[in-house]
């Protein structure tokens, strides 16, 4: 490996030159490894040396209050990691009015107890149907509705006062057809149409078409649209006016690089890699997920380690499990990638335990997964803006005796409603007829039966599955993230087809503007916004205490006594925690043989405080929808 290259005379002092130059001996080795997987040796030094040039000015540019920051985090490396996180989901403009108004508004995430704040894409987007931001025209400024790229480092400033971080998508497998890249790859630009996968005739698209999975089948069939000014087929993953980059062009690598730094500059400090998995295609396969996205992603961290530390990165991977772990770094890439990633699977268990009141598929699907680096942490979610895929793997249907075919149609039928007894009110989304595949639109509070509830008992039983849903999700050990409204047990946007550009994608429904009308009733427990915020309230309190929920410690399934009964272990070395989940609306029964033999007979429950509720019979009665967090106090 050459030695990394020499640095540009910035200026710095002498301290923070020693520090520039101590990081970039430290991660030189990833950066030149990534880009000499992707480019070859040749192309990886002279790579190399521009992106290295770039981390440089950045650095010098970086502001002191962030360099601060770099070395808090170097100091607490496993800050992502803290049982205290809470994450929140929002849309800037469905939260608040704009991003300065965003700064009046956090007392109340405050109360939330939140810690992490996704405001989704805000970078200046198309004009139109823009998939909610993820059609970029400029990297470099905010959408001009919420604000200047001072008032997002404004914000920053004023989130990391009260000890909270700020997340941002950065939108890196396609940019929109308006984006300056496109507009001169259009006119005529050969350095600019190399920035994209563009095909004279349909020979090559029809191959890859071959093997190529369809994401909106709806409202965007196929994989490549014509473009009569390039003369050519260009490679649309997602909606025809989202362009995917080529990322087997250096080039491509160098622009996103300064758009990072700028945006670590402002002082973001989560980047989510949105689509990470599509960012690399390869012939003959479902090009997602191929070895090079890894090495793409190696280098970008490596770019950031040396430049700003305190930023993290997160992979918007919804990938089988089996192939999720890649995105946390296994194998040469293991510790060099993201840190953070979607826990999907947990997700879609959580909703197909409360379907099925069964624990069996949840037990086997979760208890099977590979163990994840030490260094990685999950987001937990109930739900997120995007819609819920039942991600039901046949392997593990058929385990339980079901069929993985059989179980996705249960899901997708249970949350519309259209099963007996089901009182969820989600939509429908993406049916695709060759596959026979739904996905599902829905607030959190429309799906477990809050919007459907008549009679004070219903609404009971919706309060009590959601507040065991939560618990899993808070329980699982990870930032748990919270879905803006969801907080408040939102219903469903009725209005959600209304607005321009909207009418076609149903996941509108479940990003409803906050309600900060009903924000205002969060106190009264008489009230369903009441409950569910105490309850969310309750649960990062009681998280915050519990060192167990560290995010280093892995999280295994115990075993299965009832089917109605999850039970999900920690071993810390402060002693065991058991999460203890009756997803049923009966009183089920935990063994009390089994829990002597896990050692949790003097177990307290660490959201209430009580002890466990023992029956005359020597058994455990768990009451309807109950969830304990289990320690065992020191003697
Ligand atoms: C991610 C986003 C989703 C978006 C897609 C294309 O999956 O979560 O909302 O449609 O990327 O950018």
């Excluded at 990638?337 to 699907?365: C, I």
Aim: glycine share 8%; hydrophobic share 40%.
């Amino acid at each position: 490996m050459p030695p990394p290259p020499p640095l540009p005379d910035l200026g710095l002092g002498a301290e923070r030159a020693e520090m520039l130059h101590a990081r970039l001996d430290r991660w030189w080795p990833d950066l030149h490894a990534g880009l000499t997987e992707l480019y070859g040796a040749d192309r990886a030094l002279q790579t190399g040396t521009e992106v290295v040039t770039h981390a440089a000015r950045a650095f010098a540019r970086r502001p002191d209050r962030l360099h601060r920051r770099d070395l808090e985090r170097m100091l607490r490396p496993d800050w992502l990691q803290d049982p205290a996180m809470v994450g929140y989901a929002a849309y800037t403009e469905r939260f608040a009015d704009d991003l300065q108004d965003v700064s009046t508004h956090l007392s109340y995430l405050e109360e939330l107890g939140v810690r992490y704040l996704h405001l989704m894409p805000l970078l200046e987007t198309r004009e139109g149907d823009n998939d909610g931001g993820y059609a970029v025209v400029d990297y470099r400024r905010v959408r001009p509705d919420l604000g200047t790229m001072d008032d997002l480092a404004a914000l920053a400033d004023d989130l990391h006062d009260r000890d909270m971080s700020l997340v941002l998508d950065l939108v890196l497998n396609h940019v929109a057809r308006e984006h300056d890249w496109a507009v001169r790859a259009r006119g005529g630009m050969l350095r600019y149409r190399s920035y994209f996968h563009v095909f004279a005739d349909r020979r090559l698209p029809d191959a890859y078409e071959r093997t190529l999975p369809e994401v909106f089948p709806d409202f965007a069939p196929g994989n490549f649209t014509w473009d009569e000014n390039l003369r050519g087929w260009v490679w649309t993953t997602f909606n025809e006016w989202q362009w995917d980059v080529n990322w087997g062009n250096p080039d491509v690598l160098a622009e996103y690089v300064q758009i990072i730094l700028e945006l670590a500059n402002r002082g973001v400090d989560v980047l989510r890699l949105d689509a990470i998995a599509f960012m690399w295609k390869r012939l003959g396969t479902d090009c997602q997920g191929q070895p090079e996205v890894h090495a793409i992603t190696q280098v970008l961290r490596a770019v950031t380690r040396i430049t700003c530390p305190a930023v993290a990165f997160k992979a918007e991977a919804i990938v089988a499990p089996s192939k999720l772990l890649a995105y946390l770094g296994q194998g040469p890439h293991t510790g060099k990638v993201s840190d953070l990633a979607y826990h999907n699977s947990l997700m879609v268990q959580v909703w197909s335990m409360l379907a099925s009141r069964d624990v069996r598929l949840a037990a086997q699907a979760l208890g099977s997964l590979p163990p994840e680096p030490p260094t990685a942490t999950w987001l937990t979610y109930l739900r997120c803006h995007d819609d819920i895929g039942w991600a039901v793997m046949d392997d593990d249907a058929e385990a339980v005796g079901s069929t993985g075919p059989g179980h996705r149609h249960f899901l997708a039928d249970w949350y519309v409603g259209d099963f007996w007894g089901s009182p969820a009110r989600g939509l429908t989304f993406q049916f695709n007829p060759d596959t026979g595949d739904r996905r599902t639109s829905g607030t959190a509070a429309s799906l477990v039966g809050l919007e459907a509830a008549e009679t004070p008992e219903e609404t009971e039983e919706a309060l009590a599955a959601l507040r065991l849903a939560h618990a899993v999700v808070y329980g699982w050990g990870g930032i748990p993230v919270i879905w803006s409204g969801d907080e408040l047990g939102q219903p469903n946007d009725p209005d959600w087809a209304s607005e321009p550009g909207h009418a076609d994608d149903n996941r509108w429904a479940h990003r409803p503007r906050l309600d900060w009308q009903r924000a205002e009733a969060r106190h009264d427990t008489s009230t369903v916004p009441g409950r569910v915020f105490s309850d969310l309230v309750e649960l990062g309190r009681a998280r915050a205490s519990l060192p167990h929920l560290h995010a280093s410690v892995p999280t295994t399934v115990g075993p299965v006594d009832d089917t109605g009964v999850l039970v999900t272990l920690r071993d810390h070395p402060l002693g065991r925690f058991a999460g203890v989940y009756n997803v049923t609306p009966q009183t089920r029964v935990w063994p009390g043989w089994r829990v002597h033999s896990l050692g949790l007979a003097d177990a307290v429950d660490a959201i209430t405080g009580r002890t466990l509720p023992w029956g005359d019979d020597g058994d455990v009665h768990l009451p309807p929808y109950a969830a304990l967090w289990l320690t065992v106090p020191p003697r």
